[in-house]
């Protein structure tokens, strides 16, 4: 088949690849992704909160461990020579004898050994094994060796109020998943805090309470249910200038329909005449396996339009149409450290027309239009503390397409069948002093050794890659972009739920493709972020600078071609 885009100038073939990806593409998340104006830029990497301050809402009993563990003067007894310990599995039995060591080898009564069994007791409560003890053999010392048992407490009732529909099953997985590990009192306050970051929780009251029977305890956990659903209406200019920059969406999102803590969303675009829907997007993310297996179902379905000169009067649309599932596995998880792992199908389907008649525009592509097939395996992992935030996210793709073999005389733009390549995305943040100062860095890198069909190319330039240009400035094979900025609180109220932020930031992009010289641009400017409850607004203007072979010059007149980017939104829930 003749490659069609042969017969028009270059910057024409521009515009009409980058409508094939103006919208649809994947996410390698575990939740139904929020709807992107530009899909085809790569998806954003988002970064835990700063670690908080102690969990809220945590009350525990009085812990009371009598007596002074610690040995007497020398008094009548049996020598004490050595300790056999018995029902110790969270703490190591050298440990404990070594705790022992100064009863050992000496003449031991029975405030002696009483004064022992504290000491052990005390080195159980101490490590956070707060209901956990010793227990004396009624023997006593024999042949200079006392038999002491470790009674190991267990968590072995937990109460919930307040569910209102969400299925116990799924927090007694969140908080404590093995009722027969010994209660440790940081790991359940660290997984209680954990459980306070749930979309579906808005605050919880526990108390820690002795149970029926020694070594038992029941922890008594007040819910109160974050609001079920979301909604959300939102203006920007974060579309492809060529096919109209401006959008209007809403999202709408569902939490906990079936009781198993699952997310529904769905999100939609009106077309320009508002009589239809120019784009249609749902997601469903299910716990399979409690806590830490999800399973996401995504589909987009878009149709657009080129709105500018000189293809505008040739009426050249495009639809496109992906279908996504995805596979997710928390590996592990505390308060500071998440990693986690998974699997991710990709299906897409573009097709364009010229006229009303169907036209492919990309070299080999079939009468059905250009469909991809893609097997991604990606990585993440974060780390918090007080001060810093880093979040890591690696992605190996295996692609297949429908493209039929040509022969053209312009070898570099044929693309073949299959294609592998790999993205990484890295984000850094540090607090710089108590004022809430922040510098921010986020890379992202894309490597091939392969041509690739525009919908897995690289999107370098616009609101979430390199400020100042339009979307989609350059797509390329390969490539990496850089953004550094400085996050400045000028307004804060006290509540909280209204703020103002500057962020001075540089943004840099460079890209090639596989056999041709590379490009790159970059850009200095100023960002603003506004929130008030629930409206929001965020701006940004950069000042371009480019490598002489990219065009500095404005292309129109759309806001991106001036260096501006907008949004306003008005939400509810979360």
Known sequence: MRSATAQYPLHIQVTLLALAVTLGAGNAGAQPAVQRDNPNAPAELLRPPFLPDAAPGFQLPPLIVHGSGRPGPPGAGEILRTLAIRGNTAIATGELLEVARPWLGQPANAADLEALR????????????????????????????????????????????????????????????????????????????????????????????????????????????????????????????????????????????????????????????????????????????????????????????????????????????????????????????????????????????????????????????????????????????????????????????????????????????NARFWLGQAQFARRLGDSGLQAVARATVQHTRDRLVTLDGLSIGGATTVRGWRENQLIRDRGAILNLELDIPVLRSGAGDRSLHLLPFVDYGRGRNLGQSADAIGSVGLAMRWRSGPWAADAAWGWRRASSAVNKARAGHALQDHGIHLQVSYGIGR
């Open 118 to 417: 504290v000491a052990l007791t005390r080195h159980y409560v101490e490590r956070g094994y707060v209901n956990s003890g010793a227990r004396l053999d009624a023997a006593g010392v024999r042949a200079g060796e006392l038999g002491v048992e470790i009674v190991e407490g267990r968590l072995s009732s937990l109460r919930f109020s307040g569910l209102e529909g969400l299925d116990e099953r799924y927090l007694i997985a969140r908080l404590w998943p093995d009722a027969d590990r010994p209660l440790q009192l940081g790991e359940l306050r660290e997984r209680y805090q954990l459980l306070l970051d749930d979309p579906l929780i808005r605050r919880m009251n526990a108390r820690l309470l002795p149970d029926e029977g020694p070594g038992t305890a029941a922890l008594d956990v007040a819910v109160e249910r974050a609001q079920p659903w979301s909604f959300a209406v939102r203006w920007n200019n974060h579309r492809p200038a060529s096919v109209g920059e401006h959008a209007l969406g809403v999202e709408a999102g569902l939490r906990n329909l079936t009781g198993r803590g699952d997310a529904l969303r769905l999100s939609v675009q009106p077309d320009e005449d508002a009589r239809a829907f120019a784009r249609i997007g749902f997601g469903w993310s299910l716990p399979v396996f409690y806590p830490a297996t999800q399973l996401t179902v995504q589909m987009d379905d878009s149709d657009s339009s080129v709105v500018e000169e000189p293809l505008a009067a040739a009426d050249v649309k495009s639809r496109l149409s992906s279908r996504e599932v995805t596979l997710g596995q928390v590996l592990a998880e505390n308060l500071r450290h998440r990693a986690a792992a998974g699997v991710t199908w990709l299906a897409r389907r573009s097709q364009t027309w010229l006229g009303g008649e169907r036209f492919p525009f990309v070299a080999g592509e079939p009468d059905e239009g250009l469909r991809t097939r893609s097997l991604r395996l990606w990585q993440e992992y974060t780390y918090r503390s007080e001060t810093e935030v880093v979040a890591l996210r690696s992605t190996f793709a295996q692609t297949r397409n429908n493209l039929q073999p040509v022969t053209v005389d312009t070898a570099p733009e044929v693309v073949g069948r």
